[in-house]
């Protein structure tokens, strides 16, 4: 079956420096991957997606590409701010029949001032 | 803010008992689904509704059921309550009937904590 592995948190960090969560998965076919943040009190909101091997999404200084050959997704962002500190779910959308999402257990992410 | 709401943000009951879980949909939303997050299982899908039909059932226990009404709220409705059922309870919603595609991307509530004692 589909599977996402993420790297085990909490993942503390000081503002401006750069962040890596790594994230791979198993599927068969040709998933579709997402980033998802969780604010603290608030539901999971889409941060970034990528639907095809070697793309690359990015949105509010976040990028992760789509690495077929080593099966990953990993989360990077250069400076971290004080509002980043949420967390983290990277997921796989299968291409099979089943299209439901696939989450991993989320990276707690806290950078401080 | 999502559009997504969900009812009630807390709930605190005892094991045996039944409750249930509201979820508005985003306008225009016909695709309604249900995650459960714990922290010992993670985000588990459960069940999804599009258009008043079940559309994909997940990790759901017999003792849970839910449907979705013909304005397109949804209830989750969990019974016989067991401890470990205590966890945050997620709706999302999307447009169409495809989960977190490019042209329908999922938008979820701000969950439901159940604490069963």
């Known amino acids: 079956g589909n599977s996402v592995t993420q790297m085990e948190g909490p993942v503390t960090l000081s503002e401006e420096a750069f962040l890596t969560i790594n994230c791979t998965y198993t599927a068969t076919g040709y998933p579709s991957l997402f980033w998802y943040v969780q604010y603290p009190g608030e539901g999971l909101q889409l941060l970034l997606k990528?639907?095809?091997?070697?793309d690359k999404g990015s949105n509010k200084g976040f990028e992760a590409t789509y690495r077929k050959e080593t099966t990953s997704f990993h989360l990077e962002k250069g400076s971290v701010q004080v509002s980043d500190s949420a967390v983290y779910f990277c997921a796989l959308l299968d291409s099979g029949s089943a299209r439901q999402l696939t989450f991993g257990s989320g990276t707690q992410l806290t950078v401080l001032p | 803010d999502s559009g997504v709401t969900q009812t009630p943000k807390h709930l605190i009951t005892a094991t045996g008992q039944r409750v249930t879980l509201r979820c508005s949909p985003r306008?225009?939303?016909?695709?309604v689904y249900w995650y459960q997050q714990s922290l010992d299982q993670g985000l588990q899908f459960l069940i999804q509704?599009?258009?008043?039909?079940?559309?994909a059932k997940g990790n759901i226990l017999e003792r849970f059921s839910a449907q979705q009404f013909p304005d397109l709220h949804s209830e989750l409705n969990l019974s016989s309550l067991e401890l470990g059922d205590s966890a945050l309870y997620f709706c999302?919603?999307?447009?169409?009937?495809?989960?977190?595609?490019?042209?329908?991307?999922?938008?979820f509530g701000n969950g439901t904590r159940l604490t069963v004692t």
């Open positions: 990528a639907t095809k091997a070697d």
């Open positions: 509704y599009y258009n008043g039909e079940e559309r």
């Open positions: 306008s225009g939303d016909l695709s």
């Open positions: 999302a919603s999307s447009v169409g009937p495809g989960t977190g595609t490019a042209s329908s991307p999922l938008h």
